[in-house]
């Protein structure tokens, strides 16, 4: 997938908020849950997404997407990441 498609049909779930997250190399970011269906397009570098069913590695032009509430962590690669999220608010 590229960004374009990633935009076109993020913005088709409801998607009205695009925020591009840069995290450094070998972050590690606890246990937490969002209030909102999380999607993400990896622009660079790459990071590890556990929930308590799967865990991912994602590089650059994968995508990922979580439902509001779902425990997560994530591990960012030695190289760090860059990442195109989408939010989708439920209220």
């Known amino acids: 997938m590229d960004e374009a498609t990633f935009r076109t049909e993020i913005a088709a779930a409801g998607c009205k908020e695009f925020r591009t997250i840069e ?4 972050r590690a970011n606890p246990e937490h849950a969002h209030d909102f269906n999380a999607h993400g397009f ?3 570098g ?6 308590d ?12 997407a979580l439902t509001a509430g779902t425990a997560h962590t ?3 690669g030695p190289r760090g990441v860059e ?3 989408g939010r989708v608010y439920l209220n």
């Not at 069913?53 to 990922?64: N, V």
């Open 46 to 51: 790459e990071f590890t997404l556990t929930t």
């Open 83 to 85: 990442i195109l999220s």
């Open 42 to 44: 990896i622009l660079r």
């Open 23 to 26: 995290w450094e190399a070998d």
């Open 74 to 76: 994530e591990t960012v």
């Open 53 to 64: 069913d799967w865990s991912r590695c994602l590089k650059a032009g994968d995508t990922f």
